[in-house]
């Protein structure tokens, strides 16, 4: 039996969030309830596609729909304006009409790109998130941030799209990558941190048990958790300008870091681990939170896998530089997701440079 799912009730729209194991067997069902009749029109990665894809396919035409699948490279670069054009040409050359639907199934990569297609095709159509990795099942397939890159940053072109459905089959994570998944945690301790105590604490112990053998109801039931946290701040500020920035948190320093190490050495999620541990250092500084705070965290992501050590070699002026650059920064101050405790957190635009040039510091004088 399936919990009853979440909800995603904003200006720009409402909508379940069902996340369950082996929830896909039910997606005719769920498209059928929430009046969706139109063709479908599968966008997915050539890593999940021949995967999931077929049976998903079989499954809705023999419920009466009419289902056409496209699939891009698996990986960041697909998200570009180019494979937008791609896109474009098989929907419209394919005949898509405003009643049908494009079912993003994949990574955050294809959400984003699926999400911005059916955002802006024909003025936008309806769009169903089905999320296949952890970080989208828990961040990116909810809330309706779509978009692509710019050669000269990422996510720089994009509209809020909200989905009409996103439906995440937790059995599909038996087949993502370790380091994938691992990933993913970071998002799921990010948002206990930010928000809920009570699954900071139940990651504390599953954790001592065996984080592996996480599996089936029990860990749809974490990830469902962890989703909570993304709906709750989502309903509260859909156009992230207040409360929606506490999900930065681990984010200025963790982008900063990916993009000085040249993306791709770091997976995003590793980069906001270490951005965490971070930036729980420099609430520390600030008197926001006590060292202890810090200890707990770091022990936390190191038993889920992550890391906590600044990669060698990078500059920390360049880290600070590209901190000024994040897309938060107003009238030239960093705005910063600072935790105040396990479960609570702010945004502060008081850390002086030099206090956080001595976190980098101290953090270079104890890598090893
Ligand atoms: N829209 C938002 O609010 C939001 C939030 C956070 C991140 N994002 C975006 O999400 C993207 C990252 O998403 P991601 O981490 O999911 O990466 P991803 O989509 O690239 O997926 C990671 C890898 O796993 C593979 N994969 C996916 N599901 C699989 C499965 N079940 N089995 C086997 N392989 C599988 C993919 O092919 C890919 O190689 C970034 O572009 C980021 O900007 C968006």
Redesign the pocket.
Known sequence: MHDAPLRVTTPGGAYDVIIAHGALDCLPDHLNRIGLRGALWIIS?D??FP?YAPPLIERLRAAGYDVQGSTVP???TS?DLAMVARLYDWLIGGGVERRDAVLAL???????LAGFVAATVLRGIALVHLP??L??MV??AI?G??GVNHPLG??LIGAFHQPRLTLADTA??R???PR?LR?GWAEVIKHAVIRDADLFVRLETIAGAEPDSLQGDALAAIIRQAARVKIDIVNADERETGERMLLNYGHTLGHAIEAASGYGDLL?GEAVAIGMHLEAQIACRMGMVEPDFVERQERLLHAWGLPTALPPALDIDDLLERTLRDKKVRAGKVRWALPLGIGSATVRDDAPETLVRAVLEEAYARSP
């Open positions: 990665d890593q999940v995967q698996s990986g960041e998200k994949g990574g955050g990569v294809v959400g984003d296949t990795t970080l989208a961040d990116s809330g941030k779509t990422k996510n599909t994570l087949t993502l990558p994938e990933a995003h």
